[in-house]
Each structure stands twice: as structure tokens, then as C-alpha cells.
């Protein structure tokens, strides 16, 4: 599960997924999705009386495809199948822009289990989730649907409900009040301790949400959440301003807590959220400006992530992991490797737009700019939606780097154009500064 990334990644776009759930080599899908229809999902969730659970992706979503690869395909799930109505949708269609109005998505992916009655969410959760973690959020999503509230499990569903809302500063201070309240043996505590770091994290509640990892971490020592609390708790940590008294110690503890987390992960976690991890302790170096801190782990990182590419089983569960790849070879110099990668990948997936998108940034970093902006058209051949602002973006930069302003202007006039035409809902105004403020940067830079 990740929540910040380092403005690297954000550029670089993330995994490679095929249309639908579709896994093209090894075992399919597990669970029957309704692929971008949340009308026909939640007329069939009325009928058969059954709460409906939604899976809010994105085609350039690393986590995304690491739930398709590894978790969607688990016969483990089968038995599930019945229980819920399952629904994909992918959050950069037109098509689906009212569905992200009605449940906005603060990360990828989103999964949501909804009343299909009231259309509340009866749990929410951000960023990927293992076999166990689903089928554990189902069984409670199921609960909540039937009315069997007793006890400390409505101060859960109170936290839960208040998080589906958005409600997130409320969310935490509901979270708190539950966990005070929930059995230290009950098996869904380590899930609830990371909504309420995600809460906490969302509402800037930053020196809490470091101080809640850390001390929630021992309790959770060798489990999927573990790796969520040490890397969210790092991430908040890093996020706390040079001023507050406590920024260091909290930096150093949650240090420590992911270097340990990722030499004994425990069992059943996903190789995405140890990478994550590494992610987070990566980026806590790159901040205390220790270039050689921060090159010790994009080694160890590398190693990691290229043992994980080598054991994968497809070119979808390799694709998992290009985009961090390609993080870890830039940091450490090895844009040739980069380059050779994501060849592969494009020639495994010649119809999405992500290889060639990475292999854009992989070619500029070489100086190769001709390359890259060959590299960027067949990008843009393919992409739609939000990302097809971020390739202009990328474009752009490329044409500035390359000396070439005239065609970044127009790269970036084409982003203005489309960004000012998505839905708010899609992230719109956001969008919309960035590409601004890099055109008041380039009008300066002519002066």
C-alpha cells in the first residue's frame, strides 16, 4: 500500500495492465468482474441482496497491476465469488467520471464495499490488499451489510463509515476510539490500524500518524500490515517540517522499523508493498541530502526488484515492477539497463501506452532525445484520459531539455487544453497549476 511517492514516479507512470482483468499468460482471474459498469453492478448487487465491492484502478497503477497479477488470480478467492458482485473500474474513462464524483479516490487503487441499497461504503480501503486482507474486509463487509452490529464492532463500523465518507480527520479520532475498544486477538486489527494511518495520513495529521506506526508496529511485527505501518509511518515521519522537535527521532525510528520490516517481511505479503518500503527509505535519504545513504538502498532496492522480475511467471507479474526498476537503474546510473527493460516491455505489450512513456523518460536521460520523443509519440498514440496530460507534461520537458521551447509550449498548450476539459473529479485543477506553473517557467526563461 502506498500513499506518497517521490515526484519521480509520479513522471514515470506506473504498470503495465491489459484491458479488463484479463491475465494474458498463467492462471485467469479468480472472481467474476463487471468491467466499467457500476449501473449493471449495482442493479445485480439489489437483486441478489449482496454488498458490492469495487476495485477504483488506474492503467499506469503499479499496486494496480500487482492486485491482477498476484492477487485477482488466487483460486483462494473463488469462494468468493458469489458472495459479493464484483466490479472493476478504471478511473481515467470518461464514462466512469461520475463514479469517481460519487466516491472520490484519494490513491490507487481504491477498494470499496458498498451498500448497494444506500450506496454508502460500508468499508474503503487505499492502496492494494493481500488473499487474506480481501477475503477478511469481505466477511466484515458482509456483516455490516446484515445489520449484526454488536459491541466494539460498532465503533468499528462508525471509524469505517466516517472513512468511506472521506471524513478523515473524523475517521482517525473514531479509528482511535475503536481500537481502544477491539480484542488485542481480534484478526481484522492489523487492517484497522492501517485505515487509521491512512486517515491520518490524509487529514495531515503527520507527527500522529508517525507516532501511531511506531507504536503499533511491534504488534503487527511480521504481517502484510507491518509493511504499511513502516511505510507509512516513514513517509509522515519525512513529511513533518524542519521545525517540529520530534521530526529526527521519529525519522530514525521509522528507519529502523523498515529496514527490519524488509529483512524479515514475514509471510504473505506482496513483493509491491516491499518495494514500497524501500521506496519510502529511499526517499528519507534522498531528503536528509545522504547521497550515499540513498545509494546503498537503491542497491539493495535493485537486487530486490530484480530477483522479483526474474521469478515472475508472466509478463504481466514482471511488468509489476518496471516502473520501480526504472527508478532504481536512473538513481544508480544504469539507463542502459532502463532502456533494454522496457524494450522488452513494449514488445510484450505493444498496445499500451506505459513502456513506450517510461522509455521516454529512460531516453532523455541518455541525452537521447530524438529517441525520446519518438518514444513519447508512442505513448501518446495509445493513452487517454488524466495520463494523457502527464505524457504532454513529460513531452514537454523532454522538448525543453532537448533546447526545442516552441514545441514544449505547444506540448504544454495541448495538456492545458485537455486538462481544462476533465472533470474536477479527475484531479483537473491540480493538473491545470502544474501545467501553468511550468509556462510562467519557460515565459521567465525567454526573458
Given at each position: 500500500m502506498r500513499l506518497r511517492l517521490?515526484?519521480?514516479?509520479?513522471?514515470?507512470?506506473?504498470?503495465?495492465?491489459?484491458?479488463?482483468?484479463a491475465v494474458s499468460a498463467g492462471p485467469r482471474p479468480a472472481l467474476p468482474f463487471i468491467e466499467d459498469d457500476y449501473g449493471r453492478a449495482l442493479a445485480e448487487a439489489k437483486a441478489r441482496q449482496v454488498p458490492l465491492f469495487v476495485d477504483?484502478?488506474?492503467p499506469w497503477c503499479h499496486s494496480c497491476q500487482s492486485m491482477r497479477a498476484y492477487v485477482f488470480t488466487d483460486q483462494a478467492l473463488?469462494?468468493?465469488?458469489?458472495?459479493?458482485?464484483w466490479l472493476s473500474i478504471d478511473t481515467e474513462k470518461d464514462q466512469n467520471a461520475a463514479f469517481v464524483a460519487r466516491f472520490p479516490i484519494e490513491a490507487w487503487p481504491t477498494l470499496f464495499f458498498i451498500d448497494p441499497h444506500s450506496?454508502?461504503?460500508?468499508?474503503?480501503?487505499?492502496?492494494?490488499?493481500t488473499v487474506a486482507q480481501l477475503k477478511g474486509m469481505a466477511t466484515e463487509a458482509e456483516r455490516t451489510f446484515s445489520g449484526r452490529i454488536d459491541g466494539w464492532r460498532g465503533?468499528?463500523?462508525r471509524a469505517e463509515f466516517l472513512f468511506g465518507q472521506t471524513k478523515n480527520a473524523e475517521a482517525a479520532d473514531a479509528y482511535a476510539k475503536a481500537l481502544r475498544e477491539v480484542p488485542a486477538n481480534w484478526d481484522g486489527r492489523g487492517r484497522a490500524v492501517e485505515s487509521y494511518l491512512m486517515a491520518l495520513s490524509s487529514s495531515d495529521q503527520a507527527r500522529r500518524c508517525a507516532e501511531v506506526a511506531a507504536a503499533e508496529y511491534p504488534s503487527m511485527r511480521s504481517t502484510p500490515p507491518a509493511l504499511t505501518?513502516?511505510?507509512a509511518g516513514l513517509d509522515c515521519a519525512v513529511s513533518l517540517p524542519p521545525t517540529d522537535s520530534e521530526r529526527v527521532r521519529l525519522i530514525r525510528t521509522m528507519e529502523s522499523l523498515s529496514r527490519e520490516v524488509i529483512a524479515h517481511p514475514g509471510e504473505a505479503v506482496a513483493a509491491d508493498d516491499v518495494s514500497g518500503v524501500f521506496l519510502s527509505l529511499y526517499s528519507a535519504r534522498e531528503d536528509a541530502k545522504d547521497a550515499a545513504g540513498a545509494r546503498a538502498v537503491a542497491e539493495e532496492w535493485g537486487r530486490f526488484l530484480d530477483g522479483q522480475a526474474t521469478a515472475a511467471k508472466s509478463p504481466e507479474a514482471r511488468a509489476v515492477f518496471d516502473s520501480h526498476r526504472l527508478t532504481v537503474d536512473l538513481a544508480l546510473g544504469r539507463i542502459?539497463?532502463?532502456?533494454?527493460m522496457l524494450q522488452a516491455s513494449e514488445r510484450d505489450f505493444p498496445n499500451d501506452y506505459n513502456p513506450p512513456a517510461r522509455l521516454a523518460v529512460a531516453y532523455a536521460a541518455a541525452k537521447r532525445y530524438d529517441e525520446a520523443v519518438a518514444a513519447s509519440d508512442r505513448a501518446l498514440a495509445e493513452v487517454y484520459g488524466p495520463r494523457r496530460v502527464t505524457v504532454l507534461r513529460q513531452r514537454a520537458q523532454i522538448l525543453i531539455d532537448k533546447g526545442d521551447r516552441v514545441a514544449a509550449r505547444s506540448a504544454l498548450d495541448q495538456a492545458l487544453e485537455l486538462a481544462r476539459a476533465l472533470p474536477d473529479a479527475q484531479h483537473a485543477s491540480r493538473m491545470i497549476q502544474v501545467i501553468q506553473k511550468k509556462q510562467a517557467e519557460i515565459r521567465q526563461s525567454a526573458e
Open positions: 517521490a515526484s519521480l514516479m509520479v513522471m514515470l507512470g506506473v504498470a503495465v495492465v491489459p484491458p479488463a482483468h477504483a484502478w488506474a473463488a469462494k468468493l465469488a458469489r458472495r459479493l458482485v450506496e454508502s461504503v460500508l468499508q474503503r480501503r487505499l492502496g492494494s490488499a465503533a468499528v463500523d505501518a513502516a511505510s542502459d539497463q532502463a532502456i533494454a
